[in-house]
């Protein structure tokens, strides 16, 4: 019988190279300590990443891990657990990354239910290019691209994945890292796309006030609250004064994999009793 993986395991050989204070310390601490809960074998884990602060995250985990192209995060994940259905895979990027170039990519992950954990570690600014307005970066906001303060009105994340159809829709906050783990090891866990916002604090380009703005605004959900109820679910969401922090949305559906496994591979090897013909399988396609 294996011994039991302890969370620094699971810590490559790389040093985080972020600000001191960075929010993202936090959540990658608790990063750690859920992959020790839920005994990950890194032979079976994947990590990938976009680019952008938070996207250095994949140079810090024991596992095989993927640093790709700006926004592209989401269908390389995709890519893997769709060859691979027997790994984990959990994708993290930020707001930049996630919901500007990359938003079109989330829809469609959230639609098919495609079984891996997408993380955005939220800090409201684009942080590695040094300081200038992301989609939610608040209304009025000075940046280095938003003169006079930002006057595009800030994104939703959470309403988004719920109005895409994400099976498990959840935020919490870097500053409570057991509350990272509780959600990360529930997402990890669930069957289907899992979205997780985490309210990561920019201390450099946003400041420290926005660790108190943050735990002035955010709130934990009761302990009896049903994230089944959709519409109870967009309401929460769109109370924009007030962050609930927990898993907001949950919803058990069919997977991708799972529809193509059981739609497709199977009808796939019955038509040719089990040894896949390429010409065969190619005829349903002639004119």
Request: glycine share 10%; hydrophobic share 35%.
């Amino acid at each position: 019988m294996n011994e039991a993986k302890k969370a620094a395991e699971y810590r490559s050989e790389l040093k985080p190279i972020w600000c001191p204070g960075c929010g993202d310390f936090g959540f990658l601490n608790a990063l750690y300590k859920a992959l020790e809960e839920l005994q990950l074998d890194t032979a079976n884990t994947v990590v990938c990443s976009g680019i952008g602060c938070s996207s250095r995250i994949s140079g810090y985990v024991k596992a095989y891990t993927f640093n790709g192209i700006h926004g592209r995060v989401l269908p390389f994940a995709s890519g893997v657990k769709m060859s691979r259905p027997e790994t984990t895979v959990i994708a993290v990027g930020g707001d930049g990354d996630g919901f500007s170039i990359g938003a079109g990519h989330i829809g469609h992950a959230a639609r098919k239910n495609i079984n891996i954990t997408y993380i955005v570690l939220d800090n409201n600014i684009y942080g590695l290019t040094k300081g200038q307005a992301s989609p939610t970066t608040p209304l009025g906001v000075r940046t280095k691209t938003t003169y006079y303060g930002n006057m595009g009105t800030t994104f939703n994340p959470v309403r988004m994945l719920i109005a895409y159809k994400a099976s498990f829709v959840a935020r919490t906050f870097s500053g409570d890292p057991k509350h990272i783990q509780k959600i990360l090891v529930d997402a990890v866990r669930h069957p289907g796309f899992a979205f997780i916002e985490v309210l990561s604090p920019c201390v450099t380009f946003r400041g420290q006030d926005q660790y108190k703005i943050l735990r002035d605004r955010v709130r934990y959900l009761d302990e009896n609250y049903n994230p089944e109820n959709e519409v109870e679910a967009f309401d929460i969401a769109n109370d924009e004064n007030t962050l609930a922090l927990g898993v907001i949305y949950k919803k058990i559906r069919p997977t991708y994999d799972e529809i193509i496994q059981q739609n497709v591979i199977s009808k796939a090897k019955a038509a040719s009793n089990g040894i896949a013909k390429i010409d065969k399988l190619l005829e349903q396609f002639q004119p």
